[in-house]
């Protein structure tokens, strides 16, 4: 309970992600095809890793901002792709950080992943607009929508 009561605390701080749920709801999340990066027994990062077929998607990346520019975002990216067995994985981001970070990791920026990543990738972002809205959660909405433009897909393929 003490990882989801951490990943409450941090989607609530970074509206750059998903909103939080439940803390029943984000121990379902913390149990299923995610990654964490622990420090002394402690969570400090987590992402999301989505299947789609043959292409994975690493989303909802977030590190406890104690531990950031120390090297973990990377840990974490390569503990996504490690876990994986797809041949294709994306990531998008706006964050020129994470993109450097993601570049490091062997991702490079594509234009166009593909018509049926294309479409998830669609999809997903309409159903966290929707999750914004039915939330109430018009900050974080506006932040993200304020952005979407500069955006960009991140793709690594094995």
Known sequence: MEDAVWLREMLSQELEVRPPRSLKAEQKF????????????????YTDIRNYGKTAEITTFIIDPKYRGKG????????????????????CTKNPKMANVLEDCGFEITHWPGLKEYILLTINTIKRIFSMLFRLEFKRLWIQAKGFMKYKIYKLER
Do not use: F, H, W, Y
């Not at 913390?30 to 990062?45: S, V, Y």
């Not at 792709?81 to 994306?90: A, G, R, T, V």
């Open 30 to 45: 913390l149990a299923g095809n995610i990654a964490t990066l622990r420090q002394d027994g402690q969570i400090i990062g």
């Open 72 to 91: 973990n975002a990377k840990k974490l990216v390569l503990m996504a792709i490690e876990m994986s067995p797809q041949k294709i994985i994306l990531s």
